[in-house]
């Protein structure tokens, strides 16, 4: 074991984050961090790197490890190149090869010393070994090999990191922390900057990674390829899962299903005990009153479920088209563009029939983000045109939410741009996106990124539009939100053309994919996987649980899958399922008869009491004597009626 997280809690403004959350991280495993924005995520990895003090817990690392931390956004600020950067990590190695050069001058002038060239010759093979031993004759390669798989070329070496995006500084700092090896790496959503190939190269260096690896993303493809165990933050809770993304949701609906109906059976076991509670006092008889007392108490012990939260359902999100389109929704023929000498693409031509969803995928740099801006002329094209079909009414959604006035509130924002909606409206659709009460009157420019990505959504669903073109719909998601948008463009009956990086959001919506490479596009029919496939890399696409066997468990410890039982002894538990069915149905019917009996006696009782009243019968001894003997008689037939109704009521339990 490499790290040991032992009931860590954490509040801010005594609004609890993290409780009593534990999990550890053996020497060499890939472990990831999941749950929904704001559910500590971050705070947990800032706990285990001691940038944040625990209300509560510890967190140890083994003694005489390592360990590097990569935060989300981290940006090196120095005038260095970015080359140069990362060669200062390998500063020791610097300085052991400018040793052995300056050993090597040395021994060519003390060839006459024989003494003091033994020496030197010792001390150089000394350093030789050591350099060896550092791997010193692949540091150059393996640095420009990290630079390169991070996505910069040769040509971007030399740039000073000043001059950077922020995403390019963050992939800088995440090559230093490569480079630096650590035993054991933290990274918080490290793919947020990365194209597909620099994640593809990634995922395949941290699974050849001698360290441990935690990993903070919402990337399920990625998640998929690299973590062998998911840690879960979910109502301040951790809870450990062994095998990769998929197999985790497999497990979590099985655990959600479970939790749902252990809540339900305890709810109706609540509901009934309490019916029998009013039952018993109702019989008004000392015994029965005890009876109910006693389950009272019983009832007051019951550890209470809480009801499980489904996140899936939080956020609403329905996609209509207000009228139909055409059949030719999008023609582009011969398109063109260039940046000064930088030329993007050229002759680029496609064409979108309604109810396709097309994804265009390529690296960074590429012109994907351009093209959009082009079809929805915020950019000009240096040739070629783009002709939209008959009734084409475009939603667009751009990644960096150009579409949100900043300084608007967000109240303002939906109502200035549909104003036939009433302000309840307006509310119910900022409700839906999880924005409510005073939160409709935050400005744009306060909001998070993810926040951003949600008002950009809930304008899209106002939109009815029929062409949907998205540039990086997931960025800044949660999971869950990535989950509720794929549902609803999967029962969206409109055109969708999106740009994505996001390999598991494409796998579930697109039915073809558009590459952009070599300034062309190439054509894919399928999803994701199969573009893998026809591209000759299908290694290891999003892997199912098939064959494995998988595990999970709590912070305190882990559970087996249960088998299921053998053909045999199903049909032994249907049959006697069967039999105790019957049994309970007798049951139920002769305490339905008990109850009306009893009911029928309690209100003859209640006649008899009202006729003994009466003046002409109260002052007739006969007509009294008669009606006191029917009382006692009724009296113990529903005592014998109250005995049998709760031994019904027991043997029903």
Not at 430 to 456: C, H, N, P, Y
Not at 602 to 615: C, Q, Y
Request: some cysteine; charged content about 30%.
């Amino acid at each position: 074991m490499i790290l040991s997280v032992q009931k860590i809690s954490k509040s801010f403004s005594e609004v609890p984050v993290l409780k009593d959350c534990s999990f550890h991280i053996e020497d060499h495993e890939k472990a990831a961090v999941v749950g929904v924005n704001g559910a500590g995520k971050t705070t947990l990895l800032r706990i285990i790197m001691g940038e944040l003090a625990p209300d509560e817990g510890v967190s140890v690392l083994t003694k005489d490890k390592t360990i590097g931390y990569l935060a989300q956004n981290a940006e090196p600020d120095t005038d260095a190149t970015i080359y140069e950067e990362l060669l200062s990590v390998k500063q020791d190695l610097i300085d052991l090869e400018h040793a052995l050069r300056s050993t090597e001058l040395q021994m060519k002038g003390a060839s006459d010393d024989e003494a003091k060239l033994a020496t030197l010759m010792e001390r150089y093979a000394d350093l030789t070994h050591r350099f060896e031993m550092a791997d010193g004759y692949a540091y150059k390669s393996e640095l420009t090999g990290v630079l390169k798989g991070l996505g910069f070329t040769e040509d971007e070496f030399g740039k000073e990191i000043h001059t950077l995006s922020g995403g390019q500084k963050t992939r800088v700092a995440l090559g230093k922390l490569l480079l630096l090896k650590p035993d054991i790496i933290l990274l918080d959503e490290p793919t947020n900057h990365l194209d597909l190939r620099a994640i593809a190269w990634l995922e395949n260096y941290l699974l050849n990674y001698k360290g441990a690896v935690l990993v903070v993303s919402h990337d399920r493809y990625f998640l998929d390829k690299v973590a062998g165990k998911i840690i879960e933050i979910d109502q301040t809770k951790a809870t450990t899962f062994i095998g990769n993304y998929s197999v985790y949701a497999a497990k979590k609906e099985i655990l959600r299903a479970a939790a749902i109906n252990a809540y339900m059976n305890q709810q109706r076991e609540i509901k009934h005990q309490e019916e029998v509670i009013e039952k018993l006092r109702s019989f008004n008889r000392e015994k029965s009153i005890k009876r109910a007392d006693s389950r009272v108490k019983m009832l007051d012990k019951i550890e209470r479920i809480e009801k499980p939260t489904d996140t899936n359902t939080d956020m609403h999100l329905t996609l209509t088209p207000r009228v139909l389109s055409g059949k030719d929704v999008l023609s582009v023929q011969s398109l063109s563009k260039a940046f000064g000498d930088e030329t993007l693409f050229t002759d680029l031509s496609f064409e979108i029939k309604r109810g396709e969803h097309v994804a265009i995928i390529g690296d960074n740099g590429t012109g994907k983000t351009t093209i959009l801006k082009i079809i929805n002329d915020l950019v000009a094209a240096d040739a070629g045109s783009v002709t939209l079909g008959a009734n084409v009414q475009i939603g667009y959604y751009d990644q960096e939410h150009h579409v949100l006035h900043t300084d608007k509130t967000l109240f303002d924002e939906i109502s200035d741009e549909y104003p036939s909606l009433t302000n309840t409206e307006i509310r119910n659709t900022l409700a839906a996106f999880l924005f409510t009460g005073d939160d409709v009157q935050k400005r744009i420019k306060d909001l998070s990124g993810g926040e951003r990505g949600r008002m950009s959504l809930a304008k899209l669903m106002l939109s009815e539009a029929n062409f949907l073109i998205l540039d990086e719909p997931t960025n800044h998601l949660d999971i869950a939100s990535k989950e509720i948008l794929e549902d609803a463009l999967n029962g969206y009956e409109g055109t969708v053309l999106y740009v994505s990086h996001d390999r598991y959001f494409i796998n579930r919506t697109a039915h073809r994919i558009l590459e952009l490479s070599g300034q062309t596009f190439t054509g894919y029919l399928g999803n994701y996987d199969y573009y893998l496939e026809k591209k000759g890399n299908a290694a290891d696409p999003v892997s199912s649980a098939g064959g494995k066997n998988v595990f999970f468990g709590s912070a305190a410890g882990s559970a087996a899958v249960s088998q299921a039982p053998p053909e045999n002894d199903g049909k032994l538990d249907w049959q006697a399922q069967k039999e105790l069915q019957a049994k309970r149905r007798k049951a139920e019917n002769a305490l339905k008869k008990c109850e009306e009996e009893i009911d029928s006696m309690e209100t003859r009782k209640s006649a008899i009491d009202e006729e003994m009243a009466l003046p002409e019968v109260c002052t007739n001894v006969a007509k009294l004597s008669a009606l006191q003997k029917e009382k006692e008689e009724l009296h113990e037939k529903l005592e014998k009626a109250y005995e049998l109704w709760e031994s019904l009521s027991e043997s029903i339990e």
